[in-house]
């Protein structure tokens, strides 16, 4: 499967390639010239949402492509209705079997579909798809109910809750919240028992947050305490020591800064520290135990249904990240067929300054140089700036570069395969909006590394010119 030497000639064998294509393209394009333009790039697979879109008028309904947090510059590379961000309103293509939420405070929102709008889309796109060879995926975000209750959202060490815009999207309920995983499993069979002859299940936020440095210290919720007691964690000591850490973010010094590059470059003095702190492993190890536990109930109302031939797939952060957003891929690749560790090289190029705008404001008294020097090596990345600035971190506008090195994310791969233990697949997800010669730089990393193939987030960033390059690069 993977590129490999013979004498001075390198064999490349065929990897797979899915491609997410929200269902607003075909509505927009029309479905010829959307799956013409993937099969010509020998796309095997797409992946939808069972929504579908109409302008919304007055600059009403929600922006397209989304904002994600500061990310106000970015624009399509592909128009929707002639235009390369847009105002939209969504409606559910599909009449939801209100029955499987009986019992549940959570129930889907169903809005009357405009003449003029056609709810087959989705059905069009998975018959085409067939048609042409190429397997087709839902993608689901299960812990997003619509207006998550109070007593079911995420809370912070300190008691408070998350409030936008520290979320890149609206806040997700919490993984331990009983009424949020009913609606999520309800949500799921809803879905296929319209869709069954899809071949692939994607779940997408099925974890905790960790955009915000503020995220990486919840969640202390009812719920998870009652499932931390049940499962033998003690939520006394978790309970101190994150606080503790919490209280020591916001008095930091300098010195304090530069020992915690001590800490992290040394495995000595990192294991050092993890022996002292059995609270903080627990935490970890504890948000890893829900997550996990969500994909189990998950895989087994798939074989109540009778479905175990359907791909089950996990996206989620690449290390570091996946630390603390309890997406542990060794235990998740023994549940699941595929796992998606996300590319969004956009996003990390300004979670520096999300941190580090954070640390600042609890501690005015640090400089941004000292702070980001530290937050870039704590987040192990890497990039060529000199001069280190909150300015110099944020989401590139359209033709803009991304001050992340792209081809150092093969060692993030490197380090989820060996997680996975050859249990799954891996196929991460490669986010397309980046400049041209970027977008060269991940389809040949990803070509060239131990990945089984990788999906591609999402169409519409994808111009004439980068499916040119998909197609000269990847087979």
């Not at 697979?45 to 500061?70: H, K, Q, T, V, Y």
């Not at 979320?167 to 949020?180: E, G, L």
């Not at 520290?273 to 994909?295: C, D, N, T």
């Not at 050859?422 to 040949?444: I, K």
Request: hydrophobic share 40%.
């Amino acid at each position: 499967m993977y590129s490999v030497w013979e004498g001075v000639v390198k064999v490349k064998t065929k990897k797979f390639l899915g491609i997410f294509v929200n269902p607003v393209f075909v509505q927009s394009e029309g479905i010829k010239k959307v799956f013409d333009n993937l099969e010509n790039a020998s796309v095997q697979a797409i992946a939808i949402s069972c929504n579908i879109a109409s302008p919304a008028e007055n600059g009403r309904g929600r922006r397209f492509p989304d904002l994600a947090r500061d990310g106000y510059k970015r624009l399509l590379a592909r128009p929707v209705w002639g235009k390369y961000e847009i105002r939209l309103k969504y409606f559910s293509a599909y009449d939801h079997n209100l029955q499987l939420y009986d019992g549940l405070p959570y129930r889907p929102v169903s809005k009357n579909v405009p003449s003029g709008v056609d709810r087959e889309v989705p059905d069009a796109m998975i018959e085409e798809a067939k048609k042409r060879g190429m397997q087709v995926y839902i993608m689901i975000h299960p812990l997003i109910p619509p207006d998550t209750l109070a007593k079911d959202q995420p809370v912070f060490i300190d008691g408070s809750n998350p409030k936008p815009p520290q979320y890149i999207f609206k806040p997700w309920a919490c993984v331990n919240s009983p009424d949020a995983g009913g609606y999520g499993l309800a949500l799921i069979k809803d879905v296929l028992l319209h869709y069954p002859s899809v071949d692939g299940l994607m779940l997408d936020f099925v974890e905790y947050s960790a955009y915000s440095l503020e995220d990486n210290f919840a969640c202390f919720c009812k719920h998870c305490e009652a499932r931390a007691r049940e499962k033998g964690f003690d939520w006394n000591i978790i309970r101190s020591e994150v606080n503790s850490f919490w209280k020591w973010l916001h008095s930091l010094t300098s010195d304090e800064l530069k020992h915690s590059l001590c800490i992290i470059r040394s495995p000595s003095r990192t294991l050092e520290r993890l022996i002292h702190s059995p609270g903080w492993l627990q935490f970890l190890q504890f948000k890893a135990e829900s997550v996990v536990a969500f994909y189990k109930q998950v895989r087994k109302q798939l074989n109540e249904m009778e479905m175990q031939e359907l791909t089950l797939s996990a996206r989620g952060g690449p290390p570091p990240w996946n630390r603390t957003s309890g997406m542990d891929y060794r235990n998740l690749s023994e549940i699941c067929d595929t796992i998606m560790p996300k590319l969004f090289t956009f996003a990390y190029s300004a979670l520096p300054r999300w941190f580090g705008q954070t640390i600042q404001a609890w501690n005015p008294g640090l400089s941004e140089s000292d702070i980001l020097d530290t937050v870039v090596e704590w987040m192990d990345l890497s990039d060529d700036i000199k001069q280190r600035t909150f300015s110099s971190y944020h989401i590139p506008g359209k033709d803009e570069s991304n001050p992340v090195i792209i081809k150092d994310f093969n060692n993030r791969l490197e380090e989820v395969i060996d997680q996975m233990r050859g249990n799954a697949l891996c196929h991460p997800f490669a986010h397309a909006y980046m400049t041209d010669s970027e977008w060269r730089q991940m389809v040949a990393m990803l070509r060239d590394s131990s990945v089984d193939g990788m999906w591609i987030q999402m169409y519409g960033y994808l111009s004439d010119q980068k499916f040119k390059i998909l197609g000269e690069l990847w087979y």
